[in-house]
């Protein structure tokens, strides 16, 4: 069973930051690029950040000038997503997908993805 599990998700107030998990089982982390998408309540998801499978390339939407950060631990299987100074807008369904080696922007090339989880950004 491939597995890709998000965790860290939560209420948090404007201005406040989270840090994201994404677990990875049932295949070999170290071959696989891992990206990070939201989805909000009416909205197209939309692709944040993606690393290689090594770590070696970061890649992050332009809008968010300096936000957020994505490292691995690739001993632990383990995928960071560390978001800091959260609006409101932010409010979404987080999700993490896998592909292998390298990054892309097409979300279908993806083969895996986690269920998600909810981050709400209120006063």
């Known amino acids: 069973q491939v597995q890709l599990v998000e965790s860290g998700g939560g209420l948090v107030q404007p201005g406040g930051s989270l840090r994201l998990s994404c677990a990875v089982s049932g295949l070999d982390v170290h071959n696989y690029a891992i990206s990070w998408f939201r989805q909000a309540p009416g909205k197209e998801r939309e692709g944040l950040s993606c690393?290689?499978?090594?770590?070696?390339?970061?890649y992050y939407v332009r809008s968010e000038k300096g936000r957020f950060t994505i490292s691995r631990d690739n001993a632990e299987a383990t995928v960071y997503f560390q978001m800091n100074s959260l609006k409101p807008e932010d409010t979404a369904i987080y999700f993490c997908a896998g592909r292998e080696y390298r990054c892309s922007d097409s979300q279908s090339s993806y083969n895996y993805w986690g269920q998600g989880t909810q981050v709400t950004v209120s006063s």
């Open positions: 690393i290689s499978s090594i770590g070696g390339s970061r």
